[in-house]
């Protein structure tokens, strides 16, 4: 199966294979031929499975040709999102007369309002910021004949379902409306009873289980030895590029600023910080400029970033389902990646959690030469569900050795 066999557009095929892709993946190859077919679609892939290409492919041969409205909206949940699928749509079109535009918030609305102006076919918007200008009366959505909500279920826990219902309201009945969720709580359910008629269902890549690339490791650690032991992991790990993961912004923050004093190059992402240093973060982690990301769940989900060779989790995730978007940053198109996760007593029923929803226990590692507090969990067998203050004292069953260098 090659691109040439779906009824693409030409120059969307010439397109996509100037990016270097020549098969599609699975996702692309069943809902390809379904939108292409004017089908309605209901996709639970995740990030990281094609799935951008999977509706922007189909999408770009539909539009053809530059209209004179927007026909295309796509809401994203986060700016970084929306950046990359417009980048996507764009590589995708480059040899198409299409025009592609993007709004987020957390910018100046002077430039974007002038692209709005000179007209756009496929707008890529964050809610928020379609909403102010929809409120303004520069977006005008009559026209729109193709609408995708992606990353629903992100967006519901973002609190943007209110946003979403009243983008939607604005868009003519009639039209193909793409929808993607990685999961289907009830109130994204009867959204897309309202939202989707008669809907392909597409279920692919709902991937419980991280990529078989990646090495997972958890350390115990005593609370007050956390920074500690994440500082001696960077030293003894022959990292290329890693994502530190945290519970908070605040931590995200304190965690950065306490690597940079011990000059590592450090970059940090979180909701609370301006477009301008997200993007500039993003970017310099991205041509290697930062060594180390450190960032709160915003850049856990659907972020390409290429070559990320580690993930640490500071702090365990609160949802397994974050253990698997966080870990997925590494170990992308089939190259190797370390995630190594720390956790204390507290946490110890959270990581119980995502050994059971991924079904694999991961190996408890203690990291030679590092200077240990006594935590109870280095008996962790004997220490029931929800008790991880009890414990005995042994050492035994735990695997020593820093991982292997790279
Ligand atoms: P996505 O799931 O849309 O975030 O895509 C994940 C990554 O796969 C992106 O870097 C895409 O550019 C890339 N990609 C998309 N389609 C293909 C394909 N058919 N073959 C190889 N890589 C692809």
Not at 139 to 160: A, H, K, N, Q, T
Not at 285 to 306: Q, S
Request: aromatic content about 8%; hydrophobic content about 40%.
């Amino acid at each position: 199966m090659d691109f040439q066999n779906f009824g693409l557009h030409e120059a969307v095929v010439h397109g996509v294979q100037s990016m270097g892709y020549s098969e599609p993946t699975p996702i692309q190859a069943r809902a390809i031929p379904s939108v292409l077919g004017g089908r309605d679609l209901m996709g639970s892939a995740q990030t990281g499975t094609g799935k951008t290409a999977a509706f922007a492919l189909p999408l770009l041969s539909l539009l053809k040709s530059h209209g004179k409205k927007i026909r295309c909206l796509v809401l994203e949940p986060t700016r970084e999102l929306a950046a990359q699928v417009e980048i996507a749509f764009k590589d995708y079109a480059r040899f198409f007369d299409v025009e592609i535009g993007m709004i987020q918030g957390g910018v100046g609305f002077g430039a974007q309002k002038q692209m709005l102006q000179n007209g756009v076919d496929v707008l890529v918007a964050t809610p928020g910021r379609l909403l102010d200008f929809m409120e303004e009366g520069v977006v005008d959505l009559s026209g729109i004949e193709y609408l995708v909500l992606d990353e629903v279920d992100r967006m519901l826990d973002m609190g943007f379902l209110p946003q979403v219902r009243r983008v939607v309201e604005k868009c003519p009945k009639q039209r193909q409306t793409l929808f993607f969720s990685a999961t289907l709580p009830p109130e994204i359910e009867s959204l897309t009873k309202w939202v989707l008629k008669d809907p392909e269902i597409i279920s692919i890549g709902e991937r419980r289980s991280p990529a078989e690339t990646v090495t997972h490791a958890l350390y115990p650690v005593a609370k007050d030895q956390k920074f500690d032991l994440l500082l001696a992991l960077l030293e003894k790990t022959q990292y290329h590029s890693v994502i530190v993961f945290t519970a908070t912004k605040v931590m995200a923050d304190r965690v950065a600023a306490r690597l940079l004093d011990l000059k590592h190059p450090v970059a940090c992402m979180h909701a609370d910080r301006s477009q301008s240093e997200r993007s500039e973060a993003l970017e310099g982690f991205k041509t290697g400029k930062y060594e180390v990301l450190v960032a709160t769940d915003v850049a856990a989900r659907g972020l390409d970033i290429a070559s990320v060779s580690h993930v640490i989790n500071f702090d365990v995730p609160g949802h397994p389902e974050d253990y698997v978007h966080r870990i997925g940053r590494t170990g992308r198109a089939q190259q190797e990646g370390d995630a190594f996760t720390l956790f204390t007593a507290e946490e110890l029923d959270a990581v119980r959690a995502i050994e059971r929803y991924i079904n694999m226990s991961i190996p408890r590692q203690k990291l030679e030469g590092f200077n240990y507090l006594y935590t109870a969990l280095f008996n962790e067998s004997a220490i029931p569900q929800g008790g991880a203050a009890r414990g005995g004292r042994t050492l035994k069953g735990y695997s020593f050795g820093a991982r292997k260098k790279k």
